[in-house]
């Protein structure tokens, strides 16, 4: 599979990905916001909507994507409003992130499984999750900026090595973290911690140890053999999903077949049911070993999205 696509487990939740978008960057508004200074989602696309149905333990302590999209929606407005007390009155909030157009936990962790993207794309990106995935990076700020804003100095010419940070800007006290640090505490309600690695360690450790529980084993084994009365000889599929001869920038006639032939074993096999399940049990073992940790967390997701909706009322 592509380095975009293939390589990545699709569930895994937006917040990794949030956690790079997090910080810094300005640009000014573009058509692909709508005026609004946030990108327009698409749809969701068709081919996800079974996956959307299904919810994995580990979502009750996780952003979705749509909830990662308002809660950064709120933060930039605050972190707009703090530069705005330093001076920075013309600062321009980084444009908030499309949500993902899958719009699920689930789609593509497991694979492709939809009939009509393997015959369009076999196992490529859609153009819509293309563009979502391609997001272009935030260009940077001014030193003074980036040290209000993040509470960070600017990096060492030459070095990856980090300057000792002033803690004031033109005699006022920059908050710990800068302005992002002081718009998390204010949507968590102290924390400084909106994306923490427990969940995503957990969301993690159950996809493999799912991969290699004896139900799926048996269940990928079934898979494999239907694959091979078809013509394709795979052990399981993400070695489909991630052949080599499939690194192209568009799907050749060959994956496209082997993508469809994919699909259809998964439905004739119940693999995504099973592997599914599994893992849904492997996250509530992992969940109940963890939960004194976990509460916390989960508090703190739903005081943010109670707190970004004040925020984005205009309280």
């Known amino acids: ?45 068709p081919a996800y909507a079974a996956a959307k149905i299904r919810t994995l333990p580990i979502e009750e302590y996780v952003l979705s994507s749509a909830e990662y999209v308002k809660i ?12 705005s007390d330093f001076g920075f009155t013309a600062f321009a909030s980084p444009d908030v992130p499309q949500a993902d157009p899958r719009d699920s936990f ?4 497991y694979g492709v499984e939809d009939a009509v993207q393997a015959a369009q794309y076999g196992y490529h990106p859609s153009p819509a999750v293309r563009a979502f995935a391609e997001a272009a990076p935030e260009p940077s700020l001014p030193a003074d900026q980036e040290l ?4 960070l100095a600017a990096e060492r010419s030459g070095t990856t090595a980090l300057r000792a940070a ?38 993690a450790q159950s996809y493999f140890k799912a991969k290699e529980d004896p139900r799926v084993r048996d269940v990928f084994a079934a898979w494999s053999t239907c694959m091979k009365d078809k013509g394709f000889t795979y052990s399981d599929p993400m070695q489909a999903n991630d052949d080599p001869r499939f690194a192209l920038p568009t799907a ?6 082997t993508a469809t032939a994919d699909v259809a074993c998964k439905i004739s096999t119940d693999l995504v049911g099973v592997w599914f399940r599994t893992e849904a049990e492997i996250q509530e073992s992992l969940i109940g070993a963890k939960q004194t940790k976990l509460a916390p967390m989960k508090e703190t997701k739903q005081a943010a999205l109670v707190n970004a909706s004040t925020v984005l009322a205009g309280n």
């Open 72 to 83: 950064m929606k709120a933060r930039v407005r605050l972190d707009a409003r703090c530069m």
């Open 106 to 109: 689930t789609a593509d962790r």
């Open 1 to 45: 599979m592509n380095s975009m696509h293939r390589h990545r487990l699709a569930g895994i939740s937006a917040a990794l990905a949030a956690g790079v978008l997090a910080v810094t960057g300005c640009s000014a508004g573009d058509s692909a916001t709508g005026g609004t200074g946030t990108r327009v989602a698409p749809a969701l696309e």
């Open 252 to 257: 050749s006639p060959a994956e496209i077949a």
């Open 148 to 151: 209000v804003l993040t509470g």
């Open 166 to 203: 002033p803690r004031s800007f033109k005699g006022k006290a920059i908050p710990a973290g800068g302005c992002v640090g002081q718009s998390t505490r204010h949507l968590t309600g102290g924390s400084d911690e909106l994306y923490p690695d427990l969940p995503q360690d957990i969301n």
